[in-house]
């Protein structure tokens, strides 16, 4: 199923930043709708679906006040990114929910996935999420927080990226019901579908050494400390690279954090460093791609030009595969001799999901 894209609005020309007041709540998600009005099997372009950004406002639940009836879930409309006008910018209350219309104990995961799908038909919209995609399977964990990874993604292909490692797909894999859909998306109920064999899991990581002995006083007199044994990370097969807090992005979809795990340094044809990189939100597990380019050194405005697209899991893992089997290749040095990996790099972006684009200057 096609579909045309529309870019996220990152910039509110009204406030001329990237905060939209009063559209926001105590927990709220960005989900990408379509019209269900649409004629979706004519193939005129104007008959093509748009995926349209919207904001899920989620109040809480629990009056602050006896005897007040709970707030009710708002759905606006993002305004569009290239908005000129100030009517193209107000966001307009489109759908309001009561909660007693996402049944008891809507709390979870699995209830907002089947509720929330049931709950747009009646404004005539339909959800393009992980949850809603022909690929996907829920997991057994019921009573995951909304938003959170309760399933995974089973599409791949062979396509022309390297083949990844089993365990670091199978890690990748994990995605929430209300993550973004990516361009593989197709219709489908994974609830009625059986869930396939979890995969297998990769043996443990060897045990630490045991610590060392403590060094005698002349020892520590020379400065001659034991070394410490490293510390194996939580997840060993994705590695982030950004750290526990630091280094990290807003995830386009839930309120989580993107973590970088993985860049490549190429040149563009314009001679500028141009950075490639997978990201992996914290939360909701959804998997981005970056392209970062640099052309401060040769314009001299400090101009950057940075895309995001939406990928899936298994690309997410090649694409990783790509860019680890280069040697320091997040280092700009030696970036002229990765010719071929930016090509590779280059024919995959264009054929991927792009949410979102900015051009900056910095003077």
């Known amino acids: 199923m096609q579909f045309k894209t529309e870019l996220f609005p990152r910039f509110n020309i009204t406030s001329m930043s990237g905060v939209y007041a009063g559209v926001r709540a105590d927990l709220y998600y960005r989900l990408r709708l379509w019209r269900m009005d649409q004629n979706t099997n004519a193939s005129s372009e104007q008959s093509t679906p748009t995926l349209r950004w919207y904001q899920l406002n989620i109040p809480d639940t629990v009056p602050t006040v006896p005897d007040t009836p709970e707030p009710a879930w708002q759905l606006r409309r993002y305004a569009p990114a290239d ?11 489109l759908l309001t929910l009561p909660p007693q219309a996402l049944e008891p104990g809507h709390e979870s995961d699995a209830d907002m996935r089947s509720a929330l799908p049931r709950a747009l038909a009646t404004a005539g919209l339909a959800l393009h999420a992980c949850g809603t995609c022909h690929f996907w399977r829920a997991t057994g964990d019921s009573s995951a927080p909304i938003g959170s990874h309760s399933g ?8 022309n990226l390297p083949e990844a490692p089993a365990q670091l797909a199978a890690d990748l894999a994990a995605q929430s019901g209300l993550a973004l859909g990516c361009i593989h998306w197709q219709p489908g109920d994974p609830e009625a579908a059986p869930a396939p064999d979890s995969p297998q899991q990769a043996e443990p990581p060897p045990a630490a050494p045991p610590p060392a002995a403590k060094p005698g006083f002349w020892a520590r007199l020379r400065g001659k400390r034991p070394a410490s044994p490293a510390k194996p990370g ?47 939100c914290r939360n909701c597990h959804a998997t981005y791609l970056n392209r970062w380019a640099d052309r401060w050194v040769r314009t001299e405005t ?31 040095q030696g970036r002229t001799q990765r010719g071929e990996l930016g090509a590779h790099l280059a024919a995959f972006a264009q054929s991927a999901d792009l949410i979102s684009r900015q051009i900056k200057q910095g003077r």
């Open 234 to 280: 939580p997840d060993l097969a994705v590695g982030e690279r950004s750290g526990i807090s630091a280094g990290t992005e807003p995830c386009f979809a839930c309120p989580g954090r993107l973590a970088n795990l993985g860049a490549l340094v190429v040149e563009s044809e314009q001679g500028d460093p141009l950075t490639y990189s997978v990201w992996r």
């Open 302 to 332: 400090l101009e950057t030009d940075e895309s995001h697209y939406r990928i899936a899991p298994w690309e997410a893992a090649q694409t990783l595969t790509l860019i680890r089997g280069a040697r320091a290749g997040d280092h700009p």
């Open 152 to 159: 995974r993604c089973t599409w791949h292909t062979v396509g």
């Open 83 to 93: 908005a000129t006008t100030p009517a193209d910018v107000e966001e307009d209350i």
